[in-house]
């Protein structure tokens, strides 16, 4: 922590991540890891963000300076450049034997995951604990924070081979279905001694596991948002973590992620101002003028998502005389079985990831479908509130901490922002959407929804602060 007489200390942080907005994206860390930066900076933190340079991100950083080098990083020669872009402090790891590839962060152009993950990700959180340790010059971290199991051996590198350091350590759990496994051979290759390889070290299972190593060797853990850090640590959410969880409880957290207000404003300041877009959503998407709500998915397609519950419960939102427009990609079964639902004239679907189609299904729709079995924040319900496209979520996870349900209470009392449902099956979600079309039917009420919806805060102001007390509380005293 440094401190100039009259001022406020500044604490510094490297974030450690495999994906970072806008530079390169799969999903809802990269946003947060993207937004963090700006959101943290009022507030007294100097966040550098440390993540690979596959060739993307070198493509977005010309004029770098080479702070680090290693002769034999996992296999290559690797070097740490820093530079600014899209208004990040980055770190960017160029180590062209393990990011210089075609294809995703983790999957060949096939899309096959990278057989050699479990290295690319564990040389990624050896640099980070390297930094922390204090082999930049001129720039040292306070605190190590750590996203997915990506950076998961990063706090567990720190303590085991930087344990004088001082630098304090955050895990940040965005996903905990993803747990960087590998065999129990990779061991010497992830730079692990075989007695790491112990329940209370990196041993799950009966392979190594890189977000277990994180979640065992870090100061504090979080998570993205409080009902989740409840949920996972029972058995049904914490796939297999739930008693290290439970026994670390007394340090872990939820800190509900935020929405980057500067990239997620309508240009409309009333639900009227949705008109054109909708209008425009329908032409793009090829579907017919109706009165009935327009709903639209924007999603990855992966059983988390619960998108297979509404392609059960289609039928009713048809009945009603509403319309779907998904956008998402994802498992083959899935996306074959939203084609064949797109047969449907009221039903439009498009496969593939695209972030300007993403925005105007959002500006454009009524309502936002969320159906997830578990979710541990969840944005585009968020980006729906913004946009006065009203939320019908599942109830689990950051949809619960989001979302208020229009009970009637909820309406009664002009809280009510979406709509949530339970179980997590394809009744309760047709049951759902009978509602969501019944409120639908009372302009009165959903206007009143979008405008509730519309004021609720979604920006970073509350976590923003919440980071920073766990980091204050962590940081080394010089
Ligand atoms: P997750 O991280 O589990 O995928 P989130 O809701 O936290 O879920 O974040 C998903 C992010 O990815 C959002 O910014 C969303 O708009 C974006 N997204 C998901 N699918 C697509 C797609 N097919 N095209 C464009 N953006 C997408
Ligand atoms: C994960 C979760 C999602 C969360 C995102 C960002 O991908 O699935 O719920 O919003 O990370 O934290």
Redesign the pocket.
């Known amino acids: 922590m440094t401190t100039a007489p009259g001022q406020p200390a500044t604490i510094k942080v490297l974030s450690v991540t495999s994906e970072c907005?806008p530079l390169v994206?799969?999903?809802?860390?990269?946003?947060?890891a993207g937004a963090l930066p700006a959101a943290l900076a009022p507030l007294g933190v100097e966040m550098r963000t440390l993540l690979p340079g596959y060739p993307g991100v070198l493509a977005a950083i010309p004029k770098g300076k080479v702070v680090l080098e290693d002769a034999d990083l996992f296999g290559g020669p690797a070097r740490v450049i820093a530079a600014g872009a899209a208004g990040l402090d980055l770190l960017v790891l160029d180590a062209p034997h393990l990011f210089a590839r075609d294809g995703g962060p983790y999957v060949d152009s096939a899309g096959r995951d990278w057989p050699d993950n479990p290295e690319r990700f564990a040389a990624l959180s050896w640099i980070g604990a390297q930094i922390a340790g204090g082999a930049m010059a001129g720039w040292r971290p306070d605190i190590l924070h750590g996203h997915d199991w990506q950076a998961g051996l990063a706090p567990w590198y720190l303590r085991a081979r930087h344990p004088a350091a001082g630098v304090g350590s955050v895990m940040t759990i965005?996903?905990i279905a993803f747990q960087g496994k590998a065999g129990v051979d990779r061991l010497a290759a992830l730079r692990l001694a075989p007695g790491d390889m112990t329940q209370d070290g990196v041993e799950f299972w009966g392979d190594i596991s890189a977000l277990k190593a994180g979640l065992v060797a870090a100061d504090r853990i979080t998570t993205?948002s409080p009902t989740y850090a409840g949920e996972l640590l029972t058995p049904d959410f914490g796939m297999g973590m739930d008693g290290l969880l439970r026994a670390r409880s007394g340090v872990l957290s939820g800190i509900l992620?935020g929405v980057d207000l500067a990239a997620w404003t309508p240009t409309y300041k009333t639900p009227a101002g949705k008109t054109r877009h909708k209008a425009r959503l329908r032409r793009e998407m090829g579907l017919p003028e109706s009165d009935g709500p327009l709903c639209v998915v924007?999603?990855?397609l992966?059983h988390?998502?619960g998108l297979d519950l509404l392609i059960d419960a289609l039928p009713r939102l048809i009945d009603r005389g509403g319309q779907l427009a998904l956008?998402?990609?994802g498992e083959k079964d899935l996306e074959q079985a939203f084609l064949r639902a797109a047969d449907h004239p009221q039903v439009a679907v498009?496969?593939?990831?695209?972030?300007g189609?993403?925005?105007l299904l959002?500006e454009g729709g009524d309502a936002i479908l969320?159906p997830?079995r578990f979710?541990?924040?969840?944005?585009?319900?968020?980006?729906g509130l913004r946009f006065g496209t009203l939320p019908l979520v599942a109830y689990t996870g950051?949809l619960v901490d989001t979302v208020i349900d229009a009970t009637p209470a909820g309406l009664r009392a002009r809280a009510a922002t979406g709509m949530q449902f339970h179980p997590v099956t394809a009744e309760a979600l047709s049951r759902a959407l009978d509602r969501l079309c019944d409120l639908y039917a009372r302009p009165d009420l959903w206007l009143s929804m979008q405008r509730n919806a519309m004021r609720h805060p979604v920006g970073w102001d509350q976590s923003a602060a919440d980071y920073l007390a766990l980091y204050r509380g962590l940081s080394r005293q010089d």
């Open positions: 907005a994206k799969t999903g809802g860390l990269a946003d947060v965005h996903n993205v992620n924007v999603s990855r992966t988390q998502k956008l998402g990609s498009r496969l593939g990831y695209d972030e189609l993403a925005r959002i969320v997830s979710e541990p924040c969840g944005l585009t319900q968020m980006y950051g």
